[in-house]
């Protein structure tokens, strides 16, 4: 039996609400993605400025000043990582011909041990694989993502320096525009609950990613791999996206070892070692560490991963978790959407409903 209009209506509303958000989402990837990223690196600035303060020198400094060291050293990380992503290119195309030797040669023990005479020779496997695809293509192309990820970090830096230097004014901002007290209680309310459960989850998962990747190099270094650092980075970098990340940061060095010694011992030694650095920080020190701060449902983030990453491809996947855990301190913020953020919630009982 079709119910009265006016109780179609909210669901109706709702589902055409979401649709166009999503619409927006997509087609305003250029403008909103460094605006949102760029508000995620603030609370990882803001924790770290405050860090500062424990120090025996820089903590006498201002908040001012000590955001502004923060900022630059922010800036130049960021800047010495796209010199290295850029460095790592170069070399491996100068690499490539040792890495088809070795190609060959795992090609014959593979022919080999299946019995096979006749072995495929390397311009055979280039004509079928990599023979159908036009490198200097693939090169412009790197090259131009590489160049749209800097400008896109370029306007990352820009709207968090602008977003530090406004910080201390946003409350009385926030008071000045809500004519309604109450109002604006709540709204700096939910902005504190905000800054606090995704500010600490960013500052320790920041943390937890750095000596991950600090391990990771460690290994790889140890081992001989190549481009020891990039991959380092990349492991650190995408351990950022929940379940997966973790597993494909491994997968790349590992498949690059197979090339790059022609061993499966080898690859299979390092395999070991990253995904063993992996399960301990995972299990052991990431829970003790964060524990459950964001309060999202595992199918609540799988489903956020999934929609994120449809929207604004790795990006999505990276800014997942905040952007959905500030989603639902929104939805509990008001009460026609708090029972959304109760769905959301991993523990009810601590979901302030």
Do not use: C
């Not at 603030?42 to 500062?52: G, P, R, T």
């Not at 020198?57 to 990582?81: C, I, K, M, N, Q």
């Amino acid at each position: 039996m079709i119910g009265h209009p006016q109780q179609l209506a909210l669901p109706v509303n709702a589902a055409l609400l979401v649709v166009l958000a999503g619409f927006l989402l997509l087609i305003g990837k250029p403008v909103l993605l460094p605006i949102l990223a760029a508000v995620i690196a603030v609370y990882v600035l803001i924790n770290a400025s405050e860090a500062l303060r424990a120090l025996p020198l820089l903590g006498r400094l201002s908040a001012p000043v000590r955001r502004l060291l923060v900022l630059l050293a922010f800036t130049f990380v960021v800047v010495v990582l796209l010199l290295v992503v850029v460095d790592t290119f170069g070399r491996i195309l100068r690499e490539a011909p040792s890495y088809q030797a070795n190609i060959e040669r795992l090609v014959a023990q593979g022919a080999d041990m299946l019995g096979i005479d006749e072995r495929p020779d390397w311009r055979t496997i280039r004509d079928a694989t990599l023979g159908r695809l036009s490198l200097p293509s693939l090169i412009n192309t790197a090259l131009f993502n590489i160049t749209g990820v800097g400008a896109s970090v370029f306007l990352v830096i820009v709207y968090s320096a602008f977003l530090l230097a406004e910080r201390d004014g946003f409350a009385v901002k926030l008071a000045a525009a809500m004519r309604d007290a109450e109002g604006a209680a709540r709204t700096e309310a939910m902005i504190r609950d905000i800054n606090h459960r995704i500010g600490d989850y960013l500052a320790i998962k920041t943390l937890i990613n750095v000596i991950l990747g600090l391990v990771s190099f460690v290994i790889l270094w140890a081992l001989d791999v190549d481009f020891a650092i990039f991959w380092a980075l990349v492991i650190a970098l995408l351990n950022y996206i929940p379940y997966f990340g973790s597993l494909v940061g491994v997968a790349f060095p590992v498949a690059l070892s197979i090339v790059q010694f022609g061993d499966l011992s080898w690859t299979l030694l390092l395999g070991f070692l990253l995904s063993a650095a992996q399960m301990i920080v995972g299990s052991i020190v990431e829970p003790r560490l964060i524990g459950r701060r964001v309060n999202l449902s595992p199918f609540v983030v799988l489903v956020s991963l999934a929609v994120w990453s449809a929207l604004w491809g790795l990006a999505g996947a990276l800014l997942a978790v905040p952007l959905t855990s500030m989603l639902s301190i929104v939805f509990s913020s008001f009460q026609p959407t708090r029972p959304l953020a109760l769905l959301m919630a991993d523990r009810i009982d601590q979901t302030r409903l």
